[in-house]
Protein backbone atom coordinates (compact mmCIF):
# COMPACT_ATOMS: atom_id res chain seq x y z
CA UNK A 1 0.00 0.00 0.00
CA UNK A 2 2.95 2.65 -0.70
CA UNK A 3 1.96 5.88 -0.96
CA UNK A 4 -0.56 6.64 2.03
CA UNK A 5 -0.84 9.87 3.37
CA UNK A 6 -1.16 10.01 7.22
CA UNK A 7 -3.94 12.45 7.86
CA UNK A 8 -3.40 13.19 11.55
CA UNK A 9 -0.43 12.19 13.70
CA UNK A 10 1.15 14.10 16.65
CA UNK A 11 4.62 13.79 16.12
CA UNK A 12 6.03 15.86 19.24
CA UNK A 13 3.85 12.64 21.35
CA UNK A 14 6.19 9.56 19.77
CA UNK A 15 8.80 8.67 21.95
CA UNK A 16 11.59 7.97 19.10
CA UNK A 17 10.81 10.27 16.49
CA UNK A 18 13.46 8.93 14.18
CA UNK A 19 12.67 5.71 14.73
CA UNK A 20 9.33 6.54 13.70
CA UNK A 21 10.08 8.30 10.54
CA UNK A 22 11.97 5.57 9.69
CA UNK A 23 9.38 2.90 10.26
CA UNK A 24 7.08 5.41 8.14
CA UNK A 25 9.41 4.85 5.01
CA UNK A 26 10.15 1.20 5.16
CA UNK A 27 5.66 1.18 5.40
CA UNK A 28 5.66 2.78 2.21
CA UNK A 29 4.03 6.29 3.31
CA UNK A 30 4.18 9.12 1.11
CA UNK A 31 3.62 12.19 3.95
CA UNK A 32 1.75 12.89 6.98
CA UNK A 33 0.44 15.89 8.92
CA UNK A 34 1.29 16.55 12.47
CA UNK A 35 -1.45 18.51 14.17
CA UNK A 36 -1.89 20.85 16.81
CA UNK A 37 -3.44 20.21 20.28
CA UNK A 38 -2.24 23.82 21.60
CA UNK A 39 -1.84 27.27 20.15
CA UNK A 40 0.72 28.15 22.26
CA UNK A 41 2.99 25.20 20.68
CA UNK A 42 2.67 26.57 16.95
CA UNK A 43 6.37 27.34 16.73
CA UNK A 44 6.94 23.76 17.43
CA UNK A 45 4.66 22.09 15.25
CA UNK A 46 6.53 24.33 12.55
CA UNK A 47 9.69 23.25 13.58
CA UNK A 48 8.42 19.59 13.65
CA UNK A 49 8.13 19.76 9.43
CA UNK A 50 11.74 20.23 8.91
CA UNK A 51 11.96 16.58 9.57
CA UNK A 52 10.49 16.48 5.64
CA UNK A 53 11.99 15.03 2.98
CA UNK A 54 11.73 13.81 -0.65
CA UNK A 55 10.54 10.55 0.12
CA UNK A 56 8.57 11.64 3.77
CA UNK A 57 6.64 14.47 3.32
CA UNK A 58 5.75 16.71 6.88
CA UNK A 59 3.61 19.53 7.09
CA UNK A 60 1.23 20.54 10.28
CA UNK A 61 -1.72 21.71 11.36
CA UNK A 62 -2.20 24.55 14.13
CA UNK A 63 -4.64 25.10 16.32
CA UNK A 64 -5.88 24.01 20.35
CA UNK A 65 -7.74 21.10 21.46
CA UNK A 66 -11.10 21.71 22.94
CA UNK A 67 -9.49 19.74 26.06
CA UNK A 68 -7.26 22.33 26.03
CA UNK A 69 -9.21 25.75 25.22
CA UNK A 70 -9.86 27.02 28.76
CA UNK A 71 -5.60 27.11 29.65
CA UNK A 72 -5.10 28.61 26.25
CA UNK A 73 -5.58 31.95 24.98
CA UNK A 74 -8.32 32.57 22.09
CA UNK A 75 -6.11 34.15 19.41
CA UNK A 76 -7.62 37.00 17.59
CA UNK A 77 -8.51 35.91 13.59
CA UNK A 78 -5.45 38.25 12.62
CA UNK A 79 -2.89 36.22 14.48
CA UNK A 80 -4.17 33.05 13.52
CA UNK A 81 -3.68 34.15 9.80
CA UNK A 82 -0.46 35.68 10.24
CA UNK A 83 0.64 32.41 11.50
CA UNK A 84 -1.32 30.29 8.76
CA UNK A 85 0.34 31.97 5.97
CA UNK A 86 3.53 29.95 6.43
CA UNK A 87 3.37 27.25 3.40
CA UNK A 88 4.39 24.14 5.49
CA UNK A 89 1.27 24.86 7.64
CA UNK A 90 -1.50 22.50 5.71
CA UNK A 91 -4.41 22.68 8.33
CA UNK A 92 -5.85 24.67 11.27
CA UNK A 93 -6.74 22.31 14.32
CA UNK A 94 -7.33 20.28 15.90
CA UNK A 95 -10.06 22.04 17.07
CA UNK A 96 -13.88 21.15 18.55
CA UNK A 97 -16.09 20.07 21.38
CA UNK A 98 -15.25 17.44 23.43
CA UNK A 99 -17.97 16.69 26.69
CA UNK A 100 -16.10 13.17 27.63
CA UNK A 101 -15.29 14.99 31.21
CA UNK A 102 -18.66 16.29 31.70
CA UNK A 103 -17.92 20.18 33.19
CA UNK A 104 -20.25 22.73 32.28
CA UNK A 105 -18.08 25.73 32.47
CA UNK A 106 -16.17 24.94 29.68
CA UNK A 107 -18.54 24.59 27.14
CA UNK A 108 -18.70 28.25 26.29
CA UNK A 109 -14.83 28.32 25.70
CA UNK A 110 -14.58 25.52 23.46
CA UNK A 111 -17.43 26.83 21.57
CA UNK A 112 -15.89 29.98 21.51
CA UNK A 113 -12.73 28.72 20.26
CA UNK A 114 -13.86 26.34 18.07
CA UNK A 115 -15.60 28.95 16.00
CA UNK A 116 -12.52 31.07 15.61
CA UNK A 117 -11.08 28.24 14.20
CA UNK A 118 -13.96 27.71 11.50
CA UNK A 119 -13.46 31.75 10.94
CA UNK A 120 -10.15 31.05 9.86
CA UNK A 121 -10.90 27.64 7.83
CA UNK A 122 -13.18 30.05 6.01
CA UNK A 123 -10.65 32.81 5.11
CA UNK A 124 -7.86 30.81 4.69
CA UNK A 125 -9.37 28.11 2.56
CA UNK A 126 -6.98 25.60 4.99
CA UNK A 127 -9.36 22.72 6.10
CA UNK A 128 -10.26 22.55 10.12
CA UNK A 129 -9.53 19.51 11.59
CA UNK A 130 -12.52 18.53 13.84
CA UNK A 131 -12.26 16.57 17.08
CA UNK A 132 -15.70 16.10 18.71
CA UNK A 133 -16.37 13.59 21.28
CA UNK A 134 -19.83 13.18 23.31
CA UNK A 135 -20.80 16.57 21.56
CA UNK A 136 -22.56 15.47 18.33
CA UNK A 137 -25.49 17.43 18.78
CA UNK A 138 -23.59 20.57 19.53
CA UNK A 139 -21.24 20.14 16.90
CA UNK A 140 -23.71 19.44 14.11
CA UNK A 141 -25.31 22.85 15.44
CA UNK A 142 -22.18 24.98 15.43
CA UNK A 143 -21.45 23.54 11.82
CA UNK A 144 -25.10 24.25 10.12
CA UNK A 145 -24.39 28.08 11.91
CA UNK A 146 -21.14 28.50 11.06
CA UNK A 147 -21.58 27.40 7.18
CA UNK A 148 -24.39 30.11 6.67
CA UNK A 149 -21.79 32.53 7.37
CA UNK A 150 -20.04 30.94 4.32
CA UNK A 151 -18.68 27.44 3.67
CA UNK A 152 -15.55 25.96 4.80
CA UNK A 153 -13.54 23.28 4.27
CA UNK A 154 -13.08 20.35 7.19
CA UNK A 155 -12.77 16.90 7.70
CA UNK A 156 -13.98 14.97 11.22
CA UNK A 157 -11.02 13.34 12.52
CA UNK A 158 -10.82 9.56 14.02
CA UNK A 159 -14.30 9.31 13.11
CA UNK A 160 -15.97 7.78 16.25
CA UNK A 161 -20.02 8.64 16.04
CA UNK A 162 -22.88 7.24 13.54
CA UNK A 163 -24.49 7.71 10.89
CA UNK A 164 -26.29 11.08 12.12
CA UNK A 165 -22.47 12.98 12.43
CA UNK A 166 -21.28 11.82 9.54
CA UNK A 167 -24.12 12.34 7.79
CA UNK A 168 -24.86 16.04 8.57
CA UNK A 169 -21.21 16.37 7.94
CA UNK A 170 -20.78 15.25 4.50
CA UNK A 171 -24.30 17.28 3.97
CA UNK A 172 -21.73 20.19 4.43
CA UNK A 173 -19.19 19.29 2.14
CA UNK A 174 -17.13 17.40 5.11
CA UNK A 175 -14.54 14.71 4.96
CA UNK A 176 -14.32 11.48 7.60
CA UNK A 177 -11.26 10.60 8.19
CA UNK A 178 -10.93 6.85 10.07
CA UNK A 179 -8.23 5.97 12.48
CA UNK A 180 -7.36 2.50 14.15
CA UNK A 181 -11.28 2.42 15.85
CA UNK A 182 -11.64 1.12 12.42
CA UNK A 183 -10.37 -2.32 13.07
CA UNK A 184 -11.53 -2.50 16.83
CA UNK A 185 -13.84 -5.85 17.41
CA UNK A 186 -16.81 -3.34 18.77
CA UNK A 187 -16.95 -0.61 16.42
CA UNK A 188 -19.40 -2.40 14.00
CA UNK A 189 -20.88 1.30 13.49
CA UNK A 190 -17.95 3.47 12.69
CA UNK A 191 -17.45 0.44 9.99
CA UNK A 192 -20.78 0.60 8.94
CA UNK A 193 -19.93 4.41 8.00
CA UNK A 194 -17.24 3.41 6.52
CA UNK A 195 -18.87 1.15 4.14
CA UNK A 196 -20.89 3.71 2.45
CA UNK A 197 -19.56 7.10 2.94
CA UNK A 198 -18.82 8.82 -0.44
CA UNK A 199 -15.38 7.98 -2.24
CA UNK A 200 -14.52 11.03 -2.35
CA UNK A 201 -15.02 11.66 1.07
CA UNK A 202 -12.72 9.21 3.06
CA UNK A 203 -9.33 9.64 4.14
CA UNK A 204 -7.23 7.66 6.59
CA UNK A 205 -4.72 8.12 9.96
CA UNK A 206 -3.13 6.87 13.39
CA UNK A 207 -3.95 9.47 15.74
CA UNK A 208 -0.58 8.49 17.04
CA UNK A 209 0.53 7.56 19.34
CA UNK A 210 -3.36 6.82 20.26
CA UNK A 211 -5.29 4.08 19.46
CA UNK A 212 -2.68 1.53 17.32
CA UNK A 213 -4.84 -0.67 15.34
CA UNK A 214 -5.59 -4.41 15.14
CA UNK A 215 -3.21 -6.08 14.75
CA UNK A 216 -1.27 -3.72 16.71
CA UNK A 217 -3.36 -3.03 19.36
CA UNK A 218 -1.83 -2.13 22.82
CA UNK A 219 1.14 -0.78 21.50
CA UNK A 220 1.74 2.97 21.01
CA UNK A 221 1.23 3.52 17.73
CA UNK A 222 3.25 5.22 14.86
CA UNK A 223 2.40 7.09 11.59
CA UNK A 224 3.29 3.51 9.74
CA UNK A 225 0.85 1.51 11.03
CA UNK A 226 -1.86 3.56 9.25
CA UNK A 227 -1.58 0.90 6.66
CA UNK A 228 -3.67 -1.34 8.87
CA UNK A 229 -6.61 0.69 9.21
CA UNK A 230 -6.01 1.06 5.46
CA UNK A 231 -6.30 -2.52 4.68
CA UNK A 232 -9.78 -2.87 6.79
CA UNK A 233 -11.13 -0.10 5.08
CA UNK A 234 -10.05 -1.01 1.59
CA UNK A 235 -11.93 -4.67 2.73
CA UNK A 236 -14.81 -3.28 3.93
CA UNK A 237 -15.31 -1.10 1.15
CA UNK A 238 -14.52 -4.07 -1.47
CA UNK A 239 -11.45 -2.65 -2.99
CA UNK A 240 -8.08 -3.38 -3.45
CA UNK A 241 -5.14 -1.80 -1.35
CA UNK A 242 -4.08 0.05 -4.90
CA UNK A 243 -7.51 1.60 -5.09
CA UNK A 244 -7.32 2.52 -1.71
CA UNK A 245 -4.19 4.34 -1.88
CA UNK A 246 -5.30 6.00 -5.19
CA UNK A 247 -8.36 7.29 -3.44
CA UNK A 248 -7.71 8.63 -0.28
CA UNK A 249 -4.15 10.27 -1.53
CA UNK A 250 -6.73 12.25 -4.16
CA UNK A 251 -8.83 12.93 -1.66
CA UNK A 252 -6.41 14.19 0.35
CA UNK A 253 -4.77 16.29 -1.85
CA UNK A 254 -7.97 18.43 -2.76
CA UNK A 255 -9.01 18.79 0.92
CA UNK A 256 -5.57 19.62 2.04
CA UNK A 257 -4.69 21.76 -1.08
CA UNK A 258 -0.85 22.39 0.31
CA UNK A 259 -0.11 18.51 0.35
CA UNK A 260 1.87 17.30 -3.00
CA UNK A 261 2.89 14.18 -3.26
Same mark, same amino acid.
Given at each position: MKGLIDTHCHLDRL???????DFARQAGLAGMVTIGTRWSERARQ??????????????CALGTHPDHAHEEVLPSLDDMLAELEAPQVAAIGESGLDYFHGTEEVK /? $???ASFRRHIEAARVTGLPLVIHTRQADDDTIAILRDEHEKGAFPFLIHCFASGPKLAGAALELGGYLSFSGL???KKCEEIRDVARHAPEDRI?????????? /? $????GKPNTPGYVVHTAARLAEE???TGERLVEITQANTRRLFTRVAV
Open positions: EDLPASLKALTEHDSPDLRIW /P $VQHLTFLVETDSPFLA /P $VPKRRGL
